[in-house]
């Protein structure tokens, strides 16, 4: 589905296909190219000093090209340790700040950003973040389907510990979706990609940005007027990942019926006035009913907390050792596809 998102700060989407190049048109010159060197024993990335630069990568391949920027597989010459490079261009304000707040985190269920290399001469700011070898939960949708509950139960732990992590610091995403949450073969879930996150002066401030995916916003932040101008964005962060794993289950967008346009106004109805689907009876335990529709109450007030999920029994009461099996299982069918092609 063509996600439809405000026009007037476009932000770079991890999962999008990459266009060919145009015949003549030259290559990046941020990187110079060379002979892939034949790889030592111990390959785990380390951390990097602000010394490295640009030219110390050799570029592999382009893992998501946006409006606001270009999401490069690196190597690194010396280690061979392999990242991902987010090249933000053109000064864009919002890649300061997305390093500026990764800069503050260090937990396993946030990408984490080794190093920030200044582009010089150029505006550009290229963050070297770990490289989720999984890739995005949207494209292992795009690929697999619908998840199965058991590998849901551990997409939706996962993300609501990072989320714990972040509110806890007074950081909120604002952009949570299936494009921006990653998952890896060892079966580790963990949330990208902060263009647009906030960081709140107080753990009980309101928030005014209506940036954002529109399909993923919850009412409050859709409707605005009728909420007084602002809203409460630890909640709508917690609206936003119960789209995403209806969205997973389902195996498609679930707030349309299938096949119709994702126009503003057809999204604005759904989200604001719709119902959320109902799920056939069998199809969804009662747990993951109970789980989706406690992130999904339109009144941001009687909205469950992050705290208040992850205590819930689709999350607390999952067999662990069997979730996570099978969310390693989705991913590596997944990557084993990738590499086949």
């Known amino acids: 589905m063509a996600l439809i998102r405000e026009k007037r700060l476009p932000q ?22 060379v002979p892939a060197p034949t790889p030592k024993k111990a390959s785990t990335p380390t951390a990097l000093s602000s010394q490295f630069r640009l ?34 261009h053109y000064g864009d304000p919002a890649a300061a700040a997305e390093a500026e707040i990764l800069s503050r985190t260090a937990s396993p269920f946030v990408v984490r950003c080794h190093s920030v290399l200044p582009a010089a001469g150029s505006g550009d700011v290229a963050m070297l973040l770990e490289l989720v070898d999984g890739g995005s ?3 292992i949708k795009s690929r697999q389907g619908a998840f199965p509950e ?29 494009a921006n949450v990653l998952a890896s073969t060892a079966g580790e879930v963990k949330i990208a990609d902060f263009g647009i996150a906030k960081v709140l002066s107080r753990a009980g401030d309101q928030c005014t940005s209506y940036v954002g995916t529109t399909a993923y916003m919850s009412p409050e932040r859709f409707d605005p007027e009728a909420h007084g101008g602002h809203y409460d ?48 009876d069998g199809v969804a335990s009662p747990e993951l ?14 909205r469950a907390s992050v705290a208040d999920l992850l205590a819930h029994p689709f999350v607390a009461r999952r067999d662990v050792s069997v979730s996570k099996c099978a969310l390693q299982k989705l991913v590596a069918d997944v990557s084993s596809e990738c590499r086949s092609t």
């Open 150 to 178: 058991a590998a849901l139960a551990e997409v939706a732990a996962q993300a609501l510990s990072g989320l714990a992590y972040l509110h806890a610091r007074r950081i909120v995403h604002l952009d949570i979706k299936p």
């Open 289 to 302: 009913e109970g789980f989706v529709a406690a992130c999904l109450h339109k009144d941001y007030r009687k």
């Open 12 to 33: 770079l989407q991890l999962s999008l296909p990459v266009p060919p190049r145009a015949a003549g048109q030259r290559p990046n010159p941020m990187f110079a190219p």
């Open 233 to 280: 964005p630890y909640a709508a962060d917690v609206w936003s990942l119960g789209v995403t794993i209806l969205e997973l289950f389902m195996g498609r967008y679930p707030l349309l019926a299938a096949g119709q346009k994702p126009s503003w106004a057809a999204l604005m109805c759904a989200v604001c006035f719709g119902e959320a689907p109902a799920l056939s």
């Open 55 to 88: 030219s110390d990568f050799d570029k592999l391949a382009v893992l998501g090209r946006g409006s606001g920027g270009t999401v490069y597989k690196v190597r690194h010459r010396e280690t061979c340790a392999l990242y991902a490079l987010k090249v933000q």
């Open 137 to 139: 939960l949207d494209s």
